[in-house]
C-alpha cells in the first residue's frame, strides 16, 4: 500500500534531513566555538592564570572573587551544554554576558572589540541553539509551527454533529476543496503548495481532516461525518464545490460525490484501493491500528502504517524518528490513521456506490507511481459512469504540484 502521506512523509524526510543535518551542523559549530572561548575563560579563572586575572580585575572586579566566578561560568556553561537544560544554561550565560557589557561600559572599553564582544558571544550561543533545536524555534515570533510559513487566519465551520471544522480559505474564483490523505493537515502535507497555485484560478479550501489540527473529534467516528464535514465546507463556500483529493482524501471526496453533495467536479489522484482481489491484508489493518491507537501506542500505529501498510524501507522509518518535527507530526495525528481506513472500504473499490456518481471524474495517476496505484485508479475510472483517466508523465505517488495543477485546471474549468 503506497499513500499521499507516505510519499509526503518521504519528502519531507529527505528535505527536512538535508535542511535539519546543516542546520544541525552550523548550530554545533557556532555552539562549539562559544563553548570553547567559555571553557579558557572559567578555566583561566579557576586557576588563577595571571593574564586572565589582570583582565578581570581591569573590569573592576576583585581577585577574591575570580574563583567563584569561574565556577559559575563553568557551571553555566556545563548547563549550556547538556541538551536537557541547554535552554537554562543560555539563559544564564545571557546574564553573565550581560554583566560583562556593563562591566565594559563601565571602565569605558572600546565599544565594538570589548563592549560588545559578549553580545557577539551570546549571539553564537542563541544562535547555535536555535539551529540545533527545533522545539525551541516554535516558540519563536513568525513561526507557523507545521509548514515554515506563517499560518493564515483560521475559520471555523461546524459539521452536522457539532464538530468544528478548522480551515483557511485563499485565492479568488470558484470554490474548490482540497481534500488531503493520510496523516496530512494544514500544517503537514501538500496541501499549502497546491493552494498557492491554484489560488490565481480557484477559491481554495485546506482544512484540518476531523482528529486533526485545529478540528474537532467528536466519537462516534464513522465516514459519513467526514463527508457531513466536506458538506460544512461546502456550506461555508455558498455553491457547489470543486473537489481536489490525494490519496485516501481522493477516496474520500468519491464518498462525497456519492452522496449527493453540491459537487461541481471531483479530480481524484491515486485513491489506493489495492486490495482489490483481497489477499493484501486490508481488512486486518483496520482493527490493528484500532488497536494500537485503542493501547494510546501512537508511534506503534505510525509505525505500522509506514511499515506494514505502506510498505516503507525500514531506514526511512528510522530516519522519522530521528527527525522531530516529522515524528511529532506524524504522531500528533495518529488517532486518525483507522479513520483513513475505514474510508478506504478494506481497500477495495467500492463499486455499487461509485456508480451512482453524477458529477464528472477524473482520476488520475502518475507513470513512475507503485503498479498497483495505478491499476486502482484505471478501476475507479471504469467504475464511475463518464469518468476519465489521466496519466501524468514522470509522477509518483508523490505528485509535484506544479505537475498536478495544470491538469487540474484544466478539468475543472473546461
Known sequence: MHTTTQSQVF??????????????????ALSTIAVLFLIFDSVGKLLQVEPVIEGTVALGYPVSVIFGLGMML???????VVPTTS????????GYLGGAVAAHVRVGNPLFTHVLFPIYLASLLWGGLLLRSP??????????????????????AT?????????????????????????????????????????????????????????????????????????????????????????????????????????????????????????????????????????????GAVTYFMKDMVKAPAPVV?????????????????????????VMSEFRVPRARFRTITVPVMAA???KTDPRLQRSTRTVADTVRGARHLTLPGQTHNVKPAALVPPVVDFFLS
Open 318 to 342: 528510522f530516519i522519522m524518528w530521528l527527525i522531530p518535527g516529522v515524528w511529532r507530526q506524524t504522531k500528533a495525528v495518529a488517532h486518525t490513521l483507522p479513520y483513513d481506513a475505514t
Open 135 to 156: 522545539r525551541l524555534r516554535v516558540v519563536m515570533p513568525g513561526h507557523a509551527g507545521g509548514a515554515g510559513e506563517p499560518m493564515d487566519t483560521v475559520i471555523e
Open 74 to 80: 563553568a557551571l553555566c556553561t556545563a548547563a549550556y
Open 159 to 299: 459539521s452536522r454533529d457539532g464538530t468544528t471544522i478548522a480551515y483557511e480559505r485563499s485565492g479568488r474564483g470558484p470554490s474548490l476543496v482540497i481534500v488531503d490523505g493520510a496523516l496530512c493537515s494544514r500544517s503537514f502535507g501538500p496541501s499549502a503548495g497546491l493552494a498557492k497555485l491554484l489560488a490565481p484560478h480557484f477559491t481554495v479550501f485546506r482544512y484540518d481532516r476531523r482528529g486533526r489540527g485545529a478540528s474537532g473529534d467528536t466519537q462516534p467516528y464513522a465516514r459519513e461525518r467526514e463527508v457531513e464535514d466536506i458538506a460544512a465546507l461546502i456550506r461555508e463556500a455558498g455553491e457547489p464545490v470543486y473537489l481536489l483529493g490525494l490519496s485516501s482524501g481522493a477516496a474520500l471526496a468519491l464518498e462525497a460525490a456519492a452522496s449527493g453533495l453540491e459537487v461541481r467536479k471531483v479530480f481524484a489522484y491515486e485513491p489506493p484501493y489495492v486490495d482489490e482481489d483481497g489477499e493484501g491484508g486490508g481488512s486486518a489493518h483496520l482493527t490493528r491500528l484500532q488497536a494500537l491507537v485503542r493501547d494510546d501506542d501512537r508511534g
Open 365 to 367: 495517476s502518475g507513470s
Open 87 to 94: 535552554v537554562l544554561g543560555a539563559v544564564l550565560l545571557t
Open 11 to 28: 519528502t519531507r524526510v529527505t528535505e527536512s534531513s538535508r535542511e535539519s543535518r546543516a542546520g544541525l551542523w552550523t548550530g554545533r
